[in-house]
């Protein structure tokens, strides 16, 4: 029998460098050492700069208010004062609107991102949502007011249209109206329905498209039984945020909005620069509410947890 022959120090080397570095990744994607540590940071921002905000702002709500500030107590008039005036009706103004662009929205948003999904290739995938994602990196108060002198009475949208002959006189409703605000709201936060339409989109295998055409299934009985049931977490996902935003962002109504074009986001504004805090705080408290019910009601019906299956 031939003995076998030592292994050389050369090649040892490696060996144990490997064996060192698979149990240091083991341990990082473990259940000891710093690697579990990373698991509580997303936990612990959330504790600090949300859930303990929001948990004060609901005791503000029931503060008394004071000439320039509040004192603590416990009254529901800031809840009546809402409910009870202009601010209430204006709140559910807000929320039609804000329906309203989330509809459009996925009206032209969705098919951008199922289009990306089916026929664009991953590489050239994710540089087309680069695309849509950097004019976020410009203010959201100078993207607003931007649209101004498009949207206004001799802008560009009126010049073309007068120029076509679809018009004989410019169109007034563009701005300063409800209008101009869901034209706000749609051209603000249109890319977010388009990420995470592809991002629920990624979950869905492309051989369920090619299975689909092999059926003989045409596009919109595609679209409508295997695409939106499968891409529902994402739909709904962009839409809330839509929705929360366009009742809470002041910009949009107070640069593109009349004087009718009042969300939350503005009414609480107006009770800080009236020095109501308690009155903000409980407009605060009613939007944080709506979020969490919103976004509870949808992972009951759609289990919200499936937009991260992609990434795990």
């Known amino acids: 029998m031939t003995p076998s022959a030592p292994a050389s120090p050369a090649g040892a080397a490696p060996a144990a460098r490997r064996r060192q570095s698979s149990a240091a990744?083991?341990?990082?994607?473990?259940?000891?050492?710093?690697?579990?540590?990373?698991?509580y940071v997303p936990a612990a921002f959330m504790v600090l700069f949300f859930l303990i905000p929001s948990l004060?702002?609901?005791?503000?709500?029931?503060?008394?208010?004071?000439?320039?500030w509040m004192k603590p107590g416990f009254t529901l008039f800031s809840y009546v004062n809402f409910f009870t005036s202009a601010r209430f009706e204006n709140f559910l103004m807000s929320m039609v609107h804000s329906s309203i662009s989330v509809v459009i929205c996925f009206v032209i948003g969705f098919p951008i991102a199922v289009f990306v999904r089916k026929r664009v290739p991953p590489s050239a995938g994710h540089r087309v949502l680069l695309l849509f994602i950097l004019p976020f990196m410009i203010?959201?108060?100078?993207?607003?007011?931007m649209l101004r002198p498009v949207l206004g009475r001799n802008g560009l949208v009126n010049s073309i249209l007068l120029d076509t002959g679809i018009v004989g006189e410019p169109v007034t409703w563009f701005l300063f109206t409800p209008v101009g605000v869901i034209i706000g709201d749609v051209l603000s936060?249109?890319?977010?329905?388009?990420?995470?339409?592809?991002?629920?989109?990624?979950?869905?295998?492309?051989?369920?498209?090619?299975?689909?055409?092999?059926?003989?299934?045409?596009?919109?009985?595609?679209?409508?039984?295997?695409?939106?049931?499968?891409a529902a977490p994402g739909i709904f996902a962009g839409g809330v945020f839509i929705f929360i935003n366009g009742i809470g962002n002041a910009f949009v109504p107070n640069i593109l909005g009349g004087p009718g074009a009042v969300?939350?986001?503005?009414?609480?504004?107006?009770?800080?620069?009236?020095?109501?805090?308690?009155?903000?705080?409980?407009?605060?408290?009613?939007?944080?509410?709506?979020?969490?019910?919103?976004l509870y009601l949808g992972h009951r019906l759609f289990n919200l947890s499936r937009l991260l299956a992609p990434l795990s």
């Open 139 to 145: 203010s959201e108060v100078i993207r607003i007011f």
């Open 189 to 230: 936060f249109l890319p977010f329905i388009i990420f995470a339409g592809f991002l629920a989109m990624e979950a869905v295998p492309k051989y369920v498209f090619e299975v689909c055409q092999d059926l003989g299934a045409g596009r919109w009985r595609q679209f409508r039984d295997v695409i939106v049931p499968l």
């Open 25 to 39: 990744d083991a341990g990082m994607a473990g259940e000891s050492g710093l690697g579990k540590l990373i698991y």
């Open 56 to 68: 004060m702002t609901v005791i503000w709500s029931f503060y008394e208010r004071t000439m320039f």
């Open 263 to 294: 969300n939350a986001g503005l009414i609480a504004t107006q009770a800080i620069i009236a020095l109501d805090f308690p009155l903000a705080m409980a407009i605060s408290a009613i939007m944080v509410f709506t979020l969490m019910g919103l």
